[in-house]
Structures are given as C-alpha cells and as structure tokens.
C-alpha cells in the first residue's frame, strides 16, 4: 500500500476542490467585505474601492456555485443535497428522537441554512449594485438606473442587512460545530481535506469527480465572470 493509501485510509472522497475553494473564499470575503466598509477611511479608500471590487468578487463566486451545482462532482449538485420541507421536518424530527442518519453530503437542515445564507449573500451583493454610499460620492455601478429616493431606501437595506448575514453565519458555525460534537462528523475538516470517515451514508457512498474537474471548474469560473461583468455593462452600468 502507498503512502498516500495509508494516508487516506478509512476514509472516502466527499468534497471536490472547487467546491471547498468556493467554501473557504466565500467566507473570506464575507469578512473582507464587511472590512473593506467599517475600514475604508482608515485604510485610505474613502471611495470604497476595496469593498465594490469585494462586491464583485462575491457575486462572481456565487453564480460559480450555482453553475457548478449543475455541472460539478455529485454532492456538489443541487440534485444531489436540496430536499423539500418534508425531509427537511423528518430530519429534524429524527434528530430528536436520537436517529442517527448519516450523510455524505449536506444533510437536509445544512442544506436550509446553506441556501439561506446563499440568498441572503446574493441580496446583499445585489443591493450594492444599486447603493449610494453615507459618503454620496461613492455609488454602486447601478445607482443610475433608479432615483435618489430609491437609492436611500436600498443603501439602507445593504447596510442593515450585514448584520442579518452575520447572524445566518454564526448560526452556521454554531450548528456545524454542534453536530460535529454530537455525532463526532468531521465537518470542518472534511471541508478541508475533502474526504469523511467511510461509513454507510444514507445518500451516497463517494463523491463522484466531474469529468476534468480542474479544467470544468476554470471554465465555469470564465463564464461567471463573463456573466457578473457582462451583465453589469449591458444593464448600463461602469464597473470602474
């Protein structure tokens, strides 16, 4: 047995790496978003720069994930973790009464709190598009497209709605961080390594790599930045 098969012993593919780099720079510029704001006259960007071009990083990551739901590795794909309310309720319920239904992807509760915090991000980084900054210099490449009026009430719902996210965020860790210690799940760590303990899941027993997953996840990576930029231009917007 190879080193690398003794080092994965005992354990089987779960995560892909666009889908854990998707992860790990979502939450990074989560953080750098609200950085690029509360920082901004410290830092010397007075314009907010930083925070649009963050912005625009975002909601480039999030039609990245919503193609590779479609085209990524098996648990990456909406198909494969988004369930109704029904399993939603009998998940939880199972919970309860101490079940233990183990799966390899997202089990239906992290898949509503996922989808959750995705929409509330993609609000979010939509409404910037149209805000005008406490600074009135400083508007999103959209603010033309509607009043001043319009403008105020949209500004005021991107600022509020910050604190929203990191709520939908704490509860996220939270809950992960529970599960983890009540059932002894790795899920941080799986999605690091992209692997879980091999055990029988009651939705799949290993991930499935999309065919040339490197060169998949470039592609689609060209086509979300074709689609963010593209589409911002042809609604009539500047992105400098």
């Known amino acids: 047995m190879s080193g690398l098969d003794r080092t994965h012993a005992g354990t089987v593919r779960v995560w892909d790496w666009p889908t854990r780099a998707f992860h790990w720079l979502f939450v990074s510029l989560i953080v ?38 479609v085209v990524g590795s098996s648990t990456a794909r909406w198909a494969s973790f988004v369930r109704g309310p029904g399993a939603m309720l009998r998940y939880g319920l199972g919970m309860m009464r101490g079940e233990k239904a183990r799966y390899l992807g997202h ?47 949209i500004t005021d ?8 996210i990191i709520g939908f965020a704490a509860i996220h860790v939270l809950a992960n961080a529970g599960y983890g210690m009540m059932t002894g799940e790795p899920l941080i760590q799986a999605m690091v390594t992209g692997r879980k303990p091999a055990e029988p899941y009651v939705d799949a027993t290993e991930m499935v790599p999309a065919p040339s997953v490197t ?10 930045i074709g689609i963010v930029f593209g589409g911002i231009t042809l609604a009539g917007g500047r992105i400098f």
């Open 157 to 164: 719902l991107h600022v509020r709605g910050f604190n929203m």
């Open 215 to 224: 060169l998949r996840a470039l592609v689609v990576l060209a086509m979300s």
């Open 32 to 69: 750098s978003a609200w950085l690029s704001f509360e920082l901004a006259n410290k830092i010397g960007d007075p314009t907010l720069k930083w925070h649009r071009w963050n912005g625009y990083a975002i909601l480039v990551l999030l039609v990245f994930r919503l193609i590779w739901g």
């Open 107 to 153: 089990n239906p509760l992290g898949t509503a709190m996922i989808l959750v915090l995705l929409a509330a991000v993609a609000t979010q980084a939509m409404l910037g598009l149209f805000s005008l900054e406490h600074n009135e210099i400083t508007a999103g490449p959209l603010k033309r497209l509607i009043s001043d009026e319009t403008a105020k009430v």
